[in-house]
């Protein structure tokens, strides 16, 4: 069921948000290109995601849909941070989230410890579902990052240089 219920492709994420065809819970990962990594002559990351938070934010899928935004490294910068030891695989050096809803806590920094099962927990958790027996098991459930008694927060624009049809 992973292509007809959880996952949009990178390439059709801002048409499916625009047609209403948004699945319930979609994982999208940009391509190199698009990415924030190194080794490009060019900076689209930044575009690619505000594009696809401004989308969201100007339908109607706003008024109930959180988007985050985690990056797959740490980027070779110092943390003074040492990584936990939990197994072999371990966890290793934090990196960025961004959590972006009408319903995430205001210049909220959370301070637990989280992981990218910790996200797949929120939802497992927000769908009454069980666990898949991986990373979820042991994670902390980033529903913290909430506050649903709080009134709905309109949706403020981000900034961004190219525009969706560029992407």
């Given amino acids: 069921r992973w292509t007809s219920n959880i996952s949009t492709p990178q390439r059709t994420i801002l ?9 319930a819970v979609t994982w999208v990962t940009p391509t190199a290109d698009f990415s924030d990594h190194p080794g490009f002559s ?3 990351g930044p575009d690619w ?3 696809i938070v401004n989308a969201i934010g100007e339908s109607p899928y706003w008024k109930s849909t959180a988007v985050f935004v985690v990056w797959d490294d740490w980027g070779g910068l110092y943390d003074h941070v040492a990584p936990p030891h939990l197994t072999f695989g371990g966890l290793g050096f934090r990196v960025p989230a961004i959590v972006v809803s009408p319903y995430a806590r205001t210049g ?3 301070h637990e410890q989280f992981e990218f099962g910790s996200i797949l927990r929120f939802v497992e958790n927000n769908w009454g579902l069980g666990r898949l027996g991986t990373s979820d098991v042991r994670a902390n459930s980033i529903g913290s990052a909430f506050d649903f008694s709080q009134k709905r927060r309109p949706y403020v624009p981000v900034k961004v240089k190219h525009s969706r049809a560029f992407f």
Avoid at 15 to 23: E, K, N, Q, T
């Fill in 108 to 110: 909220y920094v959370a």
């Fill in 49 to 51: 995601i505000g594009n």
């Fill in 15 to 23: 048409r499916d948000i625009a047609s209403g065809d948004l699945a």
């Fill in 42 to 44: 060019h900076d689209y």
